[in-house]
């Protein structure tokens, strides 16, 4: 147990002498946390922060492109919704207002348009979804793919 206390207060002390770096560094910027803590993480781990960031956000990334609403992830999660938010709104992705009664990524074939997801679930659901609806999810899910995909390639070329 001591080890742990002992390595918890090396760890804050590390991260109290980054805030200090930084706010000195720029003094009219206001850093949150996490901003601290990927900046410390990359220069122990040689890994870019987008790369940090974007491994830590792809749970929320993946739940949006399976069509959940922001309660819905952030209750899974046991996150804050604006969080959830916030990522969305990071990487460019529609969050929708309620889950969806099926998950879009066990229908989504490569190259699929947003019109041929439209027809196909439009076929099975009571409620439909709308074109723009369609391309929401679309996007959502071809981003999530092209972000496993940045990850894998940078984990390669990191090997």
Do not use: C, Q
């Not at 220069?43 to 929320?60: F, M, Q, R, W």
């Not at 969305?88 to 989504?108: C, H, Q, R």
């Amino acid at each position: 147990m001591k080890n742990n206390k002992e390595d918890l207060n090396k760890f804050k002390a590390i991260f109290l002498a980054k805030a200090d770096e930084l706010t000195e560094r720029y003094p009219h910027k206001t850093f949150t946390s996490w901003e601290i803590i990927a900046k410390v993480l990359s220069e122990k781990s040689g890994y870019d922060v987008y790369y940090l960031t974007l491994k830590a956000d792809l749970d929320v990334i993946r739940l949006i492109a399976e069509g959940l609403s922001i309660s819905s992830i952030a209750n899974r999660l046991s996150v804050k919704s604006m969080y959830v938010y916030t990522v969305a709104k990071t990487w460019g992705l529609s969050v929708l207002d309620s889950t969806l009664d099926f998950n879009p990524l066990l229908i989504y074939k490569e190259g699929m348009s947003a019109e041929e997801l439209e027809m196909y679930i439009n076929e099975i659901l009571p409620i439909p979804i709308t074109p723009k609806g369609a391309r929401d999810i679309i996007n959502n899910i071809e981003k999530y793919y092209d972000f496993v995909e940045i990850l894998e390639e940078y984990d390669y070329e990191k090997s």
